[in-house]
């Protein structure tokens, strides 16, 4: 089927009407991977999937949000957006007001966006504004500027963000056929957790599946304040897309987490990384260190035992990967294995190579 996006796809889950100009780059339609290597891990026979939203036009979950507040801004009329962001969120506002001929401003943590989404925001002709402070200053100062002058403010505080990402979870459910009983996903302004969890609700309204998920978020561990609960003031991690301190949508987290018994707990920077070299190396899938956050929780659950119990060994658990790993290949170069250099010559690769013999050959 030709996928139009995701307005096209669940208009009628969506306000927008006639008068909406929609404004796509064909975002949504994602792959829902299995990941038998991570099934395997828990000893059980539950199932596990990936939902690659790194498969996305911009290559994040961003664009399914992105969508919903670029054409809602479009209608009303505004002529320039303004966000601020750990990187996605620009590369996506960047993408989608190019498309619709606005101008669009984003304010940065300056040297603490991974270099992929940095690239996308310039090259989509965004003005870039990079601070001396952190995202959470960031998001500040933009919530002042949007408030006071007539432009519109596309973080996640804005609620045709929220409506456009739910559909990742009306996706999820259309594609497994029911509803998984563990969601995985990481969590940095806690936008997305909260999107989901509003769209399994509404999508359960339509009688396609009787079973709520338990939301399990992760943070990165020094950037935890929902773990913690307090505020961060300097949060650390390599997964800079989840260095977030004090997130908008905290509270809304909480209701999630708590309405759907499930959790938000916390993940190393080593336990991230462990996560994204396993996807990477056994599964096939090149995800940002932000996306294995949700698969190192996962991981570090499975490891204690929690799918053990007689209830969920059987149980169908989505993780969900947020964005691609071409996004900070500055990491992943650090993370792997060096190439090995040598002469132009068969003899020195195959040294290299680790082949002694070849002279083996058919006369
Ligand atoms: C890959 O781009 O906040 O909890 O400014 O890029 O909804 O914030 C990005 C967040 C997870 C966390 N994974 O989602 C931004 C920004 C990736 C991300 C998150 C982000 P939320």
Not at 240 to 256: D, H, L, V, Y
């Amino acid at each position: 089927m030709n996928n139009k996006g995701i307005i096209a796809k669940y208009r009628r889950y969506l306000a927008v009407t006639g008068a909406t100009p929609v404004i796509t780059l064909q975002e949504g339609n994602t792959p829902l991977l299995p990941a038998p290597s991570l099934a395997k891990l828990t000893g059980t026979r539950m199932e596990v999937f990936l939902k690659c939203e790194g498969a996305n036009p911009t290559g994040s979950f961003k664009d399914r949000g992105m969508t919903m507040a670029i054409s809602k801004a479009k209608e009303a009329g505004t002529r320039a957006v303004i966000c601020a962001s750990t990187g996605n969120t620009s590369a996506s506002a960047a993408a989608y007001s190019a498309k619709a001929g606005l101008t669009c401003f984003v304010i940065l943590p300056k040297g603490a966006i991974a270099l992929g989404k940095l690239a996308q925001a310039m090259m989509h002709g965004a003005k870039v504004i990079a601070i001396d402070g952190n995202f959470d200053q960031a998001l500040e100062i933009v919530k002042e500027i949007s408030e006071k002058n007539n432009i519109t403010l596309v973080n996640s505080i804005n609620p045709h963000r929220i409506e456009g990402q739910k559909t990742g979870a009306f996706e999820i459910v259309d594609q497994l056929g029911r509803s998984p009983d563990f969601h995985f996903i990481p969590v940095g302004n806690a936008g997305n957790i909260t999107a989901y969890w509003k769209g399994y609700k509404e999508y359960k309204r339509s009688g396609r599946f009787s079973r709520m998920p338990h939301m399990m978020g992760w943070q990165a561990a020094q950037s935890a304040p929902i773990v913690k609960g307090y505020p961060i003031k300097n949060p650390k991690t390599l997964a800079t897309a989840i260095r977030i301190g004090n997130p908008a949508s905290w509270i809304k987290a909480e209701e999630a987490r708590d309405e759907s018994k499930g959790m938000i707990g916390m993940v190393t920077d080593r336990q991230i990384i462990a996560a994204y070299r396993h996807l990477g190396e056994v599964e096939g899938i090149f995800c940002e260190p932000a996306s294995a956050a949700s698969v190192a929780g996962f991981m570090k659950l499975a490891a204690s035992g929690f799918f053990k119990q007689e209830s969920r060994s059987e149980a169908v658990t989505v993780c969900i990967l947020t964005g691609h790993g071409l996004k900070d290949p500055d990491r992943a170069v650090a993370e792997s294995a060096k190439p090995r250099t040598c002469p132009a010559d068969v003899k020195a690769v195959l040294k290299i190579m680790g082949i002694k013999n070849s002279s083996r050959r058919k006369r």
